[in-house]
């Protein structure tokens, strides 16, 4: 199976702030299968990011998506107060999907 | 509006089994693949198992593999996960869920499992 690490496991940041979350694959991610989920507590997790780097819909431009084959970014550019949350990259490009670990946006 | 709605959670003792159901409306569910994934108290997600739209072609989690089968029943609109040999670290907030299509997918409010004695 495709291991996702994501780094760092903590961000600490204020509202304004860019915020630059990792995740890297320990193998090719077929066709850049790669999503962004966005889980506050309580809540069911919210697509963000698909394909590596396309917006869902609804999803505002300060959210970007970036990277291919391993290595893949999501950029905040500028963070609101309601994107404190935590962040999980997964893959779907194999027949056994994965999540990273995840990264915790705190204020 | 599309409608996902788990039930069939609960407390199960270790060794025992439970089936999870999921009813889906809003959308044909004909056409859609189907996942469950879970999330363990205070942990992260951990995708369990997903279905192809017939049916016919599944895949699970190697931590599931042999315990737990997923199945949809096309005609109700309904998925589920019947889980056998529970353990305790199977507890955990269930979500069902349509996969990523067309830039969208949805989930569930998920449905609490804690395995205990």
């Known amino acids: 199976e495709i291991v996702l690490t994501q780094s760092p496991g903590t961000l600490s940041l204020s509202p304004g702030e860019r915020a630059t979350l990792s995740c890297r694959a320990s193998q090719t991610v077929s066709n850049n299968y790669l999503a962004w989920y966005q889980q506050k507590p309580g809540q069911a997790p919210r697509l963000l990011i698909y394909?590596?780097?396309s917006r869902a819909t609804g999803i505002p431009d300060r959210f970007t998506g970036s990277g291919s084959g391993t290595d893949f970014t999501l950029t905040i550019s500028r963070l609101e107060p309601e994107d404190f949350a935590m962040y999980y990259c997964h893959q779907y490009g194999s027949s056994l999907r994965t999540f990273g670990q995840g990264t915790k946006v705190e204020f | 509006e599309v409608q996902l709605v788990e039930s069939g959670g609960g407390l199960v003792q270790p060794g025992g089994s439970l089936r999870l159901s999921c009813a889906a409306s809003g959308f044909t569910f004909t056409s859609y693949w189907m996942h469950w994934v879970r999330q363990a108290p205070g942990k992260g997600l951990v995708w369990v198992s997903h279905?192809?739209?017939?049916?016919?072609?599944?895949n699970y989690a190697d931590s599931v593999k042999g315990r737990f089968t997923i199945s949809r029943d096309n005609a109700k609109k309904t998925l589920f996960l019947q889980m056998n040999s529970l353990r305790a670290e199977d507890t955990a907030v269930y979500y069902c869920?349509?996969?990523?299509?067309?830039?969208?997918?949805?989930w569930g409010q998920g449905t609490l499992v804690t395995v205990s004695s």
């Open positions: 869920g349509r996969m990523i299509a067309d830039g969208e997918d949805y």
């Open positions: 279905i192809n739209s017939d049916g016919y072609s599944t």
């Open positions: 394909g590596a780097f």
